[in-house]
């Protein structure tokens, strides 16, 4: 079974930075793609960032230029590099990884971390 942990979350002034970190650890053999979404009350998940091992990275309009979604192929591990934050990213972030193991290809999702940008 694959484990997927954040960590990183918590409560920030406008303008200010977060640095969101997700770990995937278990029978990997390869990892496709791994993610950040978020989600607010009465609304669906989104998207925030994706780096992916066929198509690059990819971002939500709304963080590009503020968000930098990061890497390390060793350890199974993305991060997300919060700067310049706005009370509209207030949400629970999900870290999500696609992989593939000798069975097939699964998506597994964290439990989620809260972030807070209020004065």
């Known amino acids: 079974q694959v484990q997927v942990v954040e960590s990183g979350g918590g409560l920030v002034q406008p303008g200010g930075s977060l640095r969101l970190s997700c770990a995937a650890s278990?029978?990997?053999?390869?990892?496709?793609?791994m993610g950040w979404y978020r989600q607010t009350p009465g609304k669906e998940r989104e998207l925030v960032a994706l780096?992916?091992?066929?198509?690059?990275?990819n971002y939500a309009d709304s963080v590009k230029g503020r968000f930098t979604i990061s890497r390390d192929n060793a350890k199974n591990t993305v991060y997300l590099q919060m700067n310049s934050l706005k009370p509209e990213d207030t949400a629970v972030y999900y870290c999500?990884?696609?992989?593939?193991?000798?069975?097939?290809?699964?998506?597994?999702w964290g439990q989620g971390t809260q972030v807070t940008i209020s004065s």
């Open positions: 780096v992916s091992s066929n198509t690059g990275t």
């Open positions: 999500n990884i696609d992989y593939r193991d000798g069975n097939g290809n699964y998506v597994r």
């Open positions: 278990g029978s990997i053999w390869r990892v496709n793609a």
